[in-house]
Antibody, heavy 125, light 107 residues
Framework: EVHLLESGGGLVQPGGSLRLSCAAS????????MSWVRQAPGKGLEWVSS????????YYADSVKGRFTISKDTSRNALYLQMNSLRAEDTAVYYC??????????????????WGQGTLVTVSS | EIVLTQSPATLSLSPGEGATLSCRAS??????LAWYQQKLGQAPRLVIY???NRATGIPARFSGSGSGTDFTLTISSLEPEDFAVYYC?????????FGQGTRLEIK
């Protein structure tokens, strides 16, 4: 059974940094692309970033480009999101999500077939 | 970026009725359109991918159709557990984008 568990959220001041983690189990982690998707309180879903299975390709939303970095450690079955220069508008629940297909190229975006339960990031002074 | 517009914003129906949710793209996404269901306090759940393919464990009362810029999620006969917020998502071009959601509520 696929299991995704996010951690690392919390309260941080504007301009601060935070690193989110997503522990993955139940599937061959190195073969699947992964994403981070966020949801501000009471709002809809916003795609943040995706990374290929082999970690050689990454994409970012314009709203986080240059501030956030996605990475994955296949030896630890872990996905990360390093978030720097945080702003109030980054306040959200952050979900990690797995792609539907093994070994998919990233010519197109992902089908997010499994999601974690999310971790809340609050950016406030 | 491709903008997805969902309608209606809220749909009020009774169990047993049929539901039709729409998603319109600002440019063609071919067939690369997915639907997700989200209940309050829960993570999203994949319902339909690539326009018309049901995800694992999704009942047959859910179906998807469309192509290009206009897509529909149909629920043939609503069960109590179907009332939730539904989001469409395109993966045709980066950046991946989501619609703003349709809230399906009990009348």
């Amino acid at each position: 059974e696929v299991h995704l568990l996010e951690s690392g959220g919390g309260l941080v001041q504007p301009g601060g940094s935070l690193r989110l983690s997503c522990a993955a189990s139940g599937f061959t982690f190195s073969g699947y692309a992964m994403s981070w998707v966020r949801q501000a309180p009471g709002k809809g879903l916003e795609w943040v970033s995706s990374i290929s299975g082999s970690a050689d390709t990454t994409y970012y939303a314009d709203s986080v480009k240059g501030r956030f970095t996605i990475s994955k450690d296949t030896s630890r079955n872990a996905l990360y999101l390093q978030m720097n220069s945080l702003r109030a508008e980054d306040t959200a629940v952050y979900y990690c999500a797995k792609d539907y297909a093994y070994g998919r190229t990233m010519i197109r975006g992902l089908i997010h077939d499994q999601w974690g339960q999310g971790t809340l990031v609050t950016v406030s002074s | 970026e491709i903008v997805l517009t969902q309608s209606p914003a809220t749909l009020s129906l009774s169990p047993g009725e049929g539901a039709t949710l729409s998603c319109r793209a600002s440019q063609s996404v071919s067939s690369y359109l997915a639907w997700y269901q989200q209940k309050l306090g829960q993570a999203p759940r994949l319902v339909i991918y690539d326009t018309s393919n049901r995800a694992t464990g999704i009942p047959a009362r859910f179906s998807g159709s469309g192509s290009g810029t206009d897509f529909t999620l149909t629920i043939s006969s609503l069960e109590p557990e179907d009332f939730a917020v539904y989001y469409c998502q395109q993966r045709s071009r980066w950046p991946v984008t989501f619609g703003q959601g349709t809230r399906l509520e009990i009348k």
